[in-house]
């Protein structure tokens, strides 16, 4: 059975940080390129991060950048966000997807709800 479970949520002052961690099973996390996407309250969801399946390449929504870091650790199946300088506006549930574009196989889990207020 394919699961992704998104932990580390939680409440958080502006500027503070947060550790998110999506664990993978039921299928070959090797093979995938990881995301992480948010949706805000009354917001589209976004794509926050993208890293490829061997960790070579990792690209960033501009709203991000420079504060938020991708990665992923395939002997674990698990994939990071590391959010620092967090803002209010960083308030979203966080979910993790897995992609594999050579057949088009996509998995998402729940999420997890990360609320950056003083």
């Known amino acids: 059975q394919v699961q992704l479970v998104e932990s580390g949520g939680g409440l958080v002052q502006p500027g503070g940080s947060l550790r998110l961690s999506c664990v993978a099973s039921?299928?070959?996390?090797?093979?995938?390129?990881m995301r992480w996407y948010r949706q805000g309250p009354g917001k589209e969801r976004e794509l926050v991060a993208h890293?490829?399946?061997?960790?070579?390449?990792?690209n960033y929504a501009e709203s991000v950048k420079g504060r938020f870091s991708i990665s992923r650790d395939n002997a674990k199946n698990v994939v990071y966000l590391q959010m620092n300088s967090l803002k209010p506006e960083d308030t979203a549930v966080y979910s993790c997807?897995?992609?594999?574009?050579?057949?088009?196989?996509?998995?998402w889990g729940k999420g997890t709800l990360v609320t950056v207020s003083s």
């Open positions: 890293i490829t399946d061997a960790g070579g390449w990792t």
């Open positions: 997807n897995a992609h594999w574009a050579l057949t088009g196989r996509s998995y």
């Open positions: 039921g299928f070959t996390f090797s093979n995938y390129a």
